[in-house]
């Protein structure tokens, strides 16, 4: 099962708003085939381990290591719980049941009254960790909700000026490069927009770009800010109502202004499949999701630079899970 978990990892970045999945198959305590969930809309890692399998008539003497519940549903692919029936496996070993309404038990089931033994619960913990972002999504109903942002030694974001300036060295620019082909979506507030003109694309490392995203209540930003580009996928918030509902690229949606715009957004964010979101900055946007109490992860780069002066960091909540050194930083990390 660690096997498979490692295999699930490949498919990170190309498989959202789907879970991470991997599958091994052994025959005889010798591994006989492998595969993961490679792509978004592609065959499931099911499919792609039995493919791998030269001499197929081992399977009904062999195990399936698989990392979520085989599917029981039609979706774009065939139901990989039919798949391992008709190969006639002998015992199927599961991480994580499919908390998915459409699977929920169903796969597992499906397979049990076929005379296939099913274990679950292998290696749960961590088959749950990986996908956190896929079981925040469908059993909250809402993205994984990252808060990041880099700070000084003396614990500032940014000089009191407002003049950007790198805070964080350029290995921690390029890992935040990296999430950028991981992560759904990276969200900033009306302030960072308009005075670090962050383009919110991916140079630094190669995959594709995430949706980006930003609150300008009042529509006052200026339309020749970066993230107005129309090169990549952009949801602007605001509170008052848009000339036009989509230019190109760029979607206005307009929120309820007597309403929580937060729990709005959040809940617009849902409907498009965003599964994750990471919030940028600047302060103030940071400060009202911590105060909403709706966040999962904080990352946080501290620089060994020291300002003096400044805006000051958000303080940070929740308890610390990692602590790794980046190039001249560290980067910790925090849970909800
Ligand atoms: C599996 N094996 O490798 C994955 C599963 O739209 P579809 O057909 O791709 O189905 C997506 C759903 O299938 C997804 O939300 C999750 O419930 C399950 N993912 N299941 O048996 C896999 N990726
Ligand atoms: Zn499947």
Redesign the pocket.
């Known amino acids: 099962m660690s096997r498979a978990l490692e295999l699930a990892k490949l498919g990170r970045g190309h498989?959202s708003p789907?879970?991470m999945?991997g599958c091994v198959i052994v025959h005889n305590g010798r591994l006989i085939g492998e595969g993961w969930?490679r792509q978004y809309?592609g065959p499931?890692?099911?499919v792609n381990a039995v493919r791998s399998v030269a001499d197929e008539s081992l399977l009904p003497e062999s195990t399936v290591y698989v990392t979520?519940e085989?599917?029981s549903h039609f979706?774009?692919?065939p139901p990989?719980a039919d798949l391992l029936i008709e190969k006639k496996v002998k015992k199927v070993v599961v991480c994580n049941d499919?908390p998915?309404p459409?699977?929920a038990g169903q796969?597992l089931a499906k397979l049990r009254a076929a005379g296939i033994e099913v274990e679950t619960g292998l290696l749960a913990e961590q088959g749950r960790d990986l996908n956190r972002r896929f079981f925040t999504f469908i059993e909250q109903k809402r993205p994984y909700l990252i808060l990041k942002w880099a700070e000084t030694a003396d614990g500032f974001m940014a000089p009191s000026d407002f003049r950007p300036l790198p805070i964080s060295g350029s290995l921690s620019r390029q890992l935040v490069h990296k999430w950028r082909t991981e992560e759904d979506a990276f969200l900033v507030g009306t302030n960072t927009a308009r005075y670090d003109n962050p383009q919110l694309n991916v140079r630094l490392w190669s995959g594709r770009n995430p949706v980006r995203i930003v609150i300008d209540k009042t529509l006052k930003l200026p339309s020749s800010l970066h993230l107005f580009d129309g090169l990549q996928p952009t949801l602007v918030y605001s509170v008052v109502h848009p000339d036009a509902e989509t230019v190109g690229a760029i979607h206005y949606i307009a929120l309820d202004a007597e309403a929580d715009f937060l729990t709005q957004l959040i809940a617009d964010l849902y409907q498009r499949k965003i599964q994750s979101v990471v919030v940028e900055g600047g302060v103030g946007v940071l400060e009202s999701f911590f105060s909403s109490g709706v966040w999962d992860e904080v990352n946080v780069f501290k620089s060994s630079k020291v300002l003096g002066d400044g805006l000051a960091a958000p303080k940070v909540r929740g308890r610390l899970v990692s602590t790794e050194r980046i190039g001249e930083d560290w980067l910790m990390t925090y849970r909800n």
């Open positions: 498989v789907n879970p999945v969930h809309g499931h890692a099911e979520l085989p599917c979706g774009k692919t990989c499919d998915n459409l699977v796969g």
